[in-house]
T-cell receptor, first 110, second 114 residues
């Protein structure tokens, strides 16, 4: 069964800290993995997409890594800001379907 | 350019009524997905359309749920005889294709069944 988990479920940090969110998946036969953020009551905003052949992708203060063989991806957020507060979701693309993790709820305190 | 749009943004209906939710994907996107997000839950895959192929309905929770996509563009998700457990946010996403491209999500429709 294709399952995606995310650790931690919730995280609260002071502004300025660097942090790492984790995503694990059981089936490594993936096409790509996508990280999203979701603000309360809103839809999903795409942050980064990593193809199965790639090791990492960077966008501004965000860096996502992928280790397909071990079924893991991490999202690194540098110099966190209160505006980063949201729920972060990873989604694994298996071609015919995307499987989402339950999310990590991040709070960055001013 | 225009993103994925969904309508209505909010829908309140009485138990037992039928509802239709609409999704307008990004122009040119061949893949379209419907998901459901219940309060405090993750995203649950419902149905997926790719071009003119038969849709993948494997995620639909019951035969009260159906979806169609007309002309390879607009999609409607229909829920018949709504139940209170159908209350959720219904999200639509589109993608240029399925395997190597990212999904773009609409803002969702919040459905409340009273």
């Amino acid at each position: 069964k294709q399952e995606v988990t995310q650790i931690p479920a919730a995280l609260s940090v002071p502004e300025g800290e660097n942090l790492v969110l984790n995503c694990s998946f059981t089936d490594s036969a993936i096409y790509n993995l996508q990280w999203f953020r979701q603000d309360p009551g809103k839809g999903l905003t795409s942050l980064l997409l990593i193809q199965s052949s790639q090791r990492e992708q960077t966008s501004g203060r965000l860096n996502a890594s992928l280790d397909k063989s071990s079924g893991r991806s991490t999202l690194y957020i540098a110099a966190s800001q209160p505006g980063d507060s949201a729920t972060y979701l990873c989604a694994v693309n298996y071609g015919q379907n995307f499987v989402f993790g339950p999310g990590t709820r991040l709070s960055v305190l001013p | 350019g225009a993103g994925v749009s969904q309508s209505p943004s909010n829908k309140v209906t009485e138990k037992g009524k039928d509802v239709e939710l609409r999704c307008d994907p990004i122009s040119g996107h061949t893949a379209l997905y419907w998901y459901r997000q219940s309060l405090g839950q993750g995203l649950e895959f419902l149905i997926y359309f790719q071009g003119n192929s038969a849709p993948d309905k494997s995620g639909l929770p019951s035969d009260r749920f159906s979806a169609e996509r007309t002309g390879g563009s607009v999609s409607t998700l229909t829920i018949q005889r709504t139940q209170q457990e159908d209350s959720a946010v219904y999200l639509c996403a589109s993608s240029p294709a399925t395997t190597h491209y990212e999904q773009y999500f609409g803002p969702g429709t919040r459905l409340t069944v009273t």
